[in-house]
């Protein structure tokens, strides 16, 4: 089966989805998108989206404010999303791109006047950070964007060129992961994770206003801590050196899922080593995100519905 993509209203092979090279949003950073996992359970031969509602309800945010007009609900873009994985025929992990975007070919730096488009692309997509190891991480020089540079929680393609800079910059200086601070110098998050620290029996994550992308991992992290684990979640500016002196510290998300930092700055986190409360939080979320704790089976959708068994 080729991999199919949802493209211009319509499923098409994937190598027929093309853009021409004048549109908007390829030339000035105009699109909104979504990065959601299809995750493999080999028992049930399923694909499990998880929280696909959340993402789709994200995007279509995302979308009001860059002015992007988007004519599907929550509920269609999850289903085509489904479909576009269902008709790939995928028995792996997966990662599922829907992405609404300003498709006008011309020149002229706005959002107004033009015309959109939306499309879904979805390919296989194993591990992204050492889960098992966890990451090493530096404090880059690059700041976090600001809400009224450009708004970061909107998940907006042009603001990835930030997190680039980021994570190239972590890389060329050895590291696994960059920390950005926000530009009044607190600690935001990861390139394309949000960060937590654990701290005596509760965990620190930077609230919603310090710049991040509010993370359908991180609210995944907070619910399933105070209910899996008690430990509640204070979220709230957090000091760059916080981050030296915390007992644990972890970044999540779609990608990442729970990555344990080890280091920070060349300075062990806690004892170096991942710490338990990472790894109790990644055997219930690494649970959950397989369709394998029916308490949470809400937060899945199966790609194959034909596979699913009625109780
Ligand atoms: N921050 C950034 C910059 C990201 O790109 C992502 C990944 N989408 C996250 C945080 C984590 O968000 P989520 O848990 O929704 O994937």
């Given amino acids: 089966m080729p991999p199919y993509a949802f493209f211009k209203k319509q499923f098409v092979p994937l190598a027929e989805a093309k853009i021409g090279v004048m549109t908007h949003a390829f030339n000035y950073g ?3 998108f979504e990065g959601i996992r299809g995750n493999w359970n080999p028992e049930e031969k399923q694909i499990y989206l998880f ?3 959340e993402h789709c309800l994200r995007l279509l945010q995302s979308c009001r404010i860059l002015k992007i007009n988007v004519p599907y609900t929550v509920d269609e873009i999850c289903e085509m999303s489904r479909e576009v994985v269902e008709r790939c025929g995928y ?3 997966v990662y599922v791109r829907p992405l609404a975007y300003k498709s006008s ?3 002229g730096v706005r959002l107004h006047d033009l015309e959109d488009d939306f499309l879904i692309f979805a390919i296989p997509f194993g591990p992204y950070l050492d889960v098992d190891a966890g990451a090493r991480c530096g404090v ?7 809400d009224n540079m450009i ?7 042009g603001v990835y060129v930030n997190s680039a800079l980021a994570k190239t910059d972590a890389h060329d200086n050895g590291y696994d992961e960059a920390i950005m601070l926000t530009a009044d ?3 935001s998050e990861g390139s394309g994770e949000n960060l937590f620290l654990v701290m005596g029996n509760k965990l620190v994550t930077p609230s919603v206003t310090e710049n991040i992308l509010v993370g359908i991992t991180r609210q995944t992290i907070i619910t399933l801590a105070q209910a899996e684990l008690g430990l509640e979640t204070v979220e709230r500016p957090v000091d760059r050196t916080e981050l030296y002196t915390a007992d644990e510290c972890f970044l999540t998300g779609t990608a990442a899922h729970v990555t344990p930092v080890v280091e920070v700055d060349h300075r062990p986190v806690g004892s170096g080593i991942v710490g338990p409360v990472a790894l109790a939080l990644q055997r219930v979320y690494f649970d959950i995100i397989r369709g394998r704790n029916k308490k949470y089976r809400d937060w899945c959708l199966p790609a194959y519905p034909k596979l699913v068994r009625t109780p």
């Fill in 151 to 157: 708004p970061a929680r909107a998940k907006i393609t």
């Fill in 140 to 146: 880059t020089a690059w700041r976090r964007i600001d």
């Fill in 91 to 93: 028995q792996e992990d």
């Fill in 30 to 32: 105009t699109a909104c």
């Fill in 185 to 187: 110098g607190h600690a």
């Fill in 51 to 53: 929280r696909p509602q």
């Fill in 105 to 107: 070919e011309l020149l």
